[in-house]
C-alpha cells in the first residue's frame, strides 16, 4: 500500500509499505519492471527509509518546479525563526524548506572552476557579513572587488537571477570600503616589522632548508634576548652579520652557526628584496585592530579589501602575507566563545598558495589555528578550485561548503571530481558527481552544519546576485577612496625608527673607534717603553680586539629588563 507521496522539486517520493511477509529483496527486484511501466529514467529506491518502517521509490518529475526565495522567506519556519543570522538553501525531497545559520557557519569553502562564479558568491557573502554589521577582509586578485564601493547596475544576467529565485524589491547599493595594498600603489600601504612576522614564517617566505631555518631561529633568539628590534630587511642584514662574525661566542648558548648557513640567508634576502618584498617590512606596522572598525553612519562592518593584482604575481609572497594575517588575528582576539555572529570575517581567494610547498609542521600549526580560532569569534572562508587543494587535516575542519562547477578532462581532473562529490551526504534527486559538471555560472551545490553539527543533505541553489557594482573601479574613483580613510595619516608616511642597524652601526664605529686608540697607544708605548717597564708588565693579559667588540656589545644591547619576548603560534611576536 502507498503510505504517502512527498513531491519535491525534482522528484516525487512514493513511500510503500508491503504487505505482511513481503520481503523487502522480493520489491527491490521489481526496480527494472517499474521504470519499464512508469516510463521513468534514473528511479531510486531507498529500502528502508530511514526512521521508517516503509520503501522509498523516487521518481522524477517530468517538470523541475522552481524553489523561489520569496516563498521560502514567506514559510513560517522562517518567520518563527529566533536567529538573525539564517538563510535559505532550497527544498528538500519531501518539498520541506531548507535553512542555514550563518552563526553555526564558522568555516566554509568555496570550490569551483575558473569561471563559474566563485567571485560573485564571495561577493555576496561578504556583503551579507558587511550588512549585519560583521567586519570582512577579502583579497582581491583579480581587481573586480573593488567594485563593491560602488551601487551595482541592472543587466540581462542580474535581471535573470531576480526573476527566476522570484526576488521582489531588489535595491543595489554600496558598501564602505577600505583598500590596502602591500606595494602601496592602489591602497593604503600594508607593513609590518622582521620581529613580528617571526621565524617560521620568514623561513617559509625565503625557501630555507631545516638547518638554515635553524640558523635563522638563533637570530631571532638571540636579537630577543639582547632586545633589538628588527623592524625591516636591513636590519635583519645586519643581526645576520653580527652573529655570523661572533658565532664562536654564542655556539655552546644557542649552537653551531655556519658561515655557509648565513650566507645563504643573506643570498635569499636579496632574492626577496627583487620581489619588492623589502616594502612589506618596516613601520608603521599594520594594527589589524584597524580593519574591526565599522561604517559611522549605519553601522555595517567594513569592507577591508587588499589590491592583489601585483602581489599575486609572487606566490608565495601572498600566501606567507595571508598567513600572517591569520597568525596576528589569532594572537590578537581574546577567547569569545559561541558568539550570535561572528566578531571578523576572513575571505582567503586561492587559498592553495597557503599549503603549497608548507612544511608539515606549519600545515599542523594552520589546523590548529583554524580549529580554536573559532571560539575567538572569527569565520575563515577558503576559495579555490578543488576541495583535495587543501590538506585534508585542515579540510575536515570545514564542515560548511559551497561547490561551483567542475570540469574533467584528465585523470587528475577526474579523481578530483570524485572526491568533491563524495565528501556531501547523498541528495537522493540527483548524483552529485553529474550535477557538479551540469552546473551553470551563478549555480552552486550547497551543505551546511545543521543546529546539531550534522552536514545537511547536499541542495542545488542559484546565487544571489550582488547588490555592489561587478565591475572594477577606475583609478580616480580608487584614489579617492584612498585619501578619504581615517588611516591615511597613520599609514602612509613610512617611518624609519632606530632599531637593530642603528645600533649595531653604533657598536661597530665605537669598535673602530677603540681599535684606532688602541693602535695609537702601542705605538706611544712602543717609543717610550725601558726593560724595566717591559718586565712588570708582562704579566697582564690584553684584550683582543674581538673580546672587546663583544664585551662593548653585551654592554651596549644586553641589558636585562626583567622579562621575556614572548612569540605566538606561528612564532610572530606578541605585542
Not at 135 to 153: N, R, T, W
Not at 445 to 450: E, M, T
Not at 564 to 574: E, Y
Request: glycine share 8%; hydrophobic share 40%.
Amino acid at each position: 500500500s502507498i503510505k504517502g507521496i512527498d513531491r519535491g522539486p525534482r522528484i516525487t517520493r512514493y513511500e510503500i509499505v508491503p504487505a505482511r511477509g513481503v520481503k523487502v529483496q522480493s520489491v527491490t527486484n521489481l526496480f527494472n519492471d517499474i521504470a519499464l511501466n512508469l516510463g521513468a529514467e534514473g528511479i531510486r529506491m531507498e529500502a528502508p527509509i530511514p526512521g521508517k518502517a516503509a520503501i522509498g521509490i523516487e521518481i522524477p518529475n517530468k517538470k523541475s518546479s522552481i524553489v523561489r526565495l520569496r516563498n521560502l522567506l514567506e514559510t513560517e519556519d522562517f518567520q518563527s525563526s529566533k536567529s538573525k543570522t539564517v538563510v535559505c538553501i532550497g527544498r528538500d525531497v519531501a518539498g520541506q524548506p531548507v535553512f542555514g545559520d550563518i552563526s553555526k557557519m564558522p568555516h566554509l569553502l568555496i570550490a569551483g572552476a575558473t569561471g563559474t562564479g566563485k567571485t560573485v558568491t564571495l561577493k555576496v557573502l561578504a556583503e551579507s557579513f558587511c550588512d549585519m554589521g560583521v567586519p570582512v577582509f577579502v583579497a582581491d586578485i583579480k581587481g573586480d572587488l573593488s567594485g563593491m564601493c560602488k551601487e551595482g547596475c541592472e543587466n540581462k544576467h542580474i535581471r535573470r537571477s531576480i526573476d527566476t529565485m522570484g526576488i521582489e524589491g531588489f535595491e543595489y547599493k554600496s558598501y564602505p570600503v577600505q583598500f590596502w595594498d602591500v606595494y602601496g600603489k592602489k591602497g593604503l600601504p600594508v607593513r609590518t616589522t622582521i620581529s613580528e612576522m617571526g621565524p617560521e614564517l620568514l623561513a617559509r617566505l625565503l625557501g630555507l632548508n631545516d638547518t638554515q631555518s635553524g640558523v635563522l631561529r638563533i637570530v631571532f633568539r638571540v636579537a630577543d634576548d639582547k632586545q633589538l628590534l628588527l623592524i625591516d630587511l636591513k636590519d635583519l642584514r645586519a643581526m645576520l652579520q653580527y652573529v655570523g662574525e661572533n658565532a664562536s661566542e654564542f655556539k655552546l648558548a644557542y649552537g653551531n652557526i655556519s658561515s655557509q648557513s648565513v650566507g645563504a640567508i643573506q643570498r635569499a634576502l636579496l632574492a626577496l628584496e627583487d620581489e619588492g618584498g623589502e616594502l612589506f617590512f618596516g613601520e608603521p606596522s599594520l594594527d589589524l585592530s584597524d580593519w574591526k572598525k565599522f561604517s559611522m553612519e549605519d553601522g555595517r562592518g567594513m569592507m577591508n579589501i587588499l589590491e592583489c593584482s601585483e602581489l599575486f604575481q609572487h606566490p608565495l609572497l601572498y600566501g606567507t602575507f595571508l598567513l600572517w594575517m591569520l597568525s596576528e588575528i589569532y594572537d590578537m582576539l581574546p577567547e569569545a566563545g559561541d558568539l550570535v555572529k561572528p566578531k571578523f570575517a576572513f575571505f582567503f581567494d586561492e587559498a592553495h598558495l597557503l599549503f603549497d610547498d608548507a612544511p608539515k609542521a606549519l600545515v599542523d600549526k594552520v589546523e590548529q589555528v583554524v580549529r580554536l580560532i573559532r571560539s575567538k569569534g572569527v569565520s575563515v572562508w577558503f576559495i579555490t578550485q578543488t576541495p583535495t587543494d587543501i590538506p585534508d587535516s585542515v579540510l575536515g575542519q570545514i564542515g560548511n561548503r559551497i561547490q561551483h562547477a567542475l570540469r574533467a578532462y584528465t585523470p587528475a581532473d577526474q579523481k578530483a571530481l570524485n572526491a568533491a562529490a563524495k565528501s556531501f551526504r547523498i541528495n537522493p534527486e540527483f548524483r552529485t558527481v553529474d550535477a557538479i559538471q551540469e552546473l551553470g555560472i551563478g549555480e552552486a551545490l550547497i551543505s551546511v552544519l545543521d543546529e546539531s553539527g550534522v552536514p545537511s543533505i547536499v541542495e542545488r541553489a542559484n546565487i544571489l546576485p550582488p547588490r555592489s557594482s561587478m565591475s572594477a573601479v577606475d583609478d580616480t574613483t580608487l584614489q579617492a577612496v584612498v585619501n578619504s580613510s581615517v588611516y591615511k595619516d597613520k599609514y602612509s608616511a613610512e617611518q624609519d625608527n632606530e632599531s637593530a642597524f642603528e645600533q649595531l652601526t653604533k657598536i661597530n664605529e665605537q669598535e673602530a673607534e677603540e681599535k684606532e686608540t688602541e693602535t695609537k697607544e702601542k705605538k706611544a708605548k712602543k717609543q717610550t717603553k725601558s726593560k724595566s717597564s717591559s718586565k712588570s708588565s708582562s704579566g697582564r693579559k690584553k684584550q683582543s680586539v674581538v673580546e672587546k667588540a663583544v664585551n662593548s656589545t653585551v654592554n651596549t644591547i644586553g641589558r636585562e629588563i626583567g622579562k621575556k619576548v614572548v612569540r605566538g603560534i606561528f612564532g610572530s611576536f606578541l605585542k
